[in-house]
């Protein structure tokens, strides 16, 4: 049987040949790699292979489906720090082959306004003030568009910005936003939105081929 899904790849510092599949998440969409089993397991990028020790782990409250491989692994096979891949797993052979998937796509919530409460039930909640270089990309919406770094290229049509990227701690309300002068800069309007993320050039393409 074949088990397929999406996940991050994360790069110990260390050279090790444990590596630990982080897919059982509360807060992130169920996948087959779920399924998976702790054991040996070769891990496969095009002809390059290696044999690691695997072991799945309990995911709680996180939200990104991700794997851990240590550095010594990474170089063998290619794999790129912070990168998200597409996996294929044989339950047959306990090989699991890695695709990139430097695209991600989403329909998410553009908000638009310059204040911004990241916790309005607490007692003293935290106000984020973005400035018109910055766009607010809550921690949902960064691991649903696989958004990495620390500034983007925003685009629209022909019209484009480069942002500085301001995080927050929401994980059940992934949204993007944008201050009213950037909104009015790249001609866009508050509402649901078509996204696109291209993790290799930092793009975020908002309703591409609009």
Do not use: W
Request: net charge positive.
């Amino acid at each position: 049987m074949i088990l397929r899904g999406i996940i991050d790849v994360g790069v110990a510092r260390i050279a090790t040949n444990n590596s630990t599949l982080l897919v059982n998440c509360g807060g992130a969409p169920s996948t087959q790699l779920s399924d998976i089993e702790s054991g040996p397991v070769i891990l496969r990028r095009r002809s390059r292979s290696a044999e690691v020790q695997l072991t799945q782990e309990e995911g709680g409250e996180c939200i990104e489906h991700s794997i851990s491989v240590g550095r010594n692994v990474a170089r063998q096979l290619l794999l790129r720090n912070e990168r998200r891949y597409r996996v294929e797993f044989d339950t047959d052979t306990s090989v699991m082959s890695f695709f990139p998937k430097p695209v991600s796509r989403a329909r998410l919530p553009l908000k638009i306004g310059t204040p911004f409460i990241e916790d309005e039930d607490n007692p003293i909640p935290n106000v984020v003030t973005l400035r018109n270089n910055q766009v607010l990309i809550t921690a949902g919406a960064q691991v649903t568009l696989g958004i990495i770094g620390e500034r983007l290229l925003m685009k629209h049509g022909l019209k484009q910005k480069h942002l500085q990227i301001i995080g927050s701690n929401i994980f059940l309300d992934p949204f993007v936003q944008l201050t009213p002068r950037t909104a009015e800069q790249l001609g866009l309007s508050e509402g649901n939105a078509f996204m696109e993320f291209n993790q290799i050039k930092s793009i975020l393409r908002i309703n591409p081929g609009k």
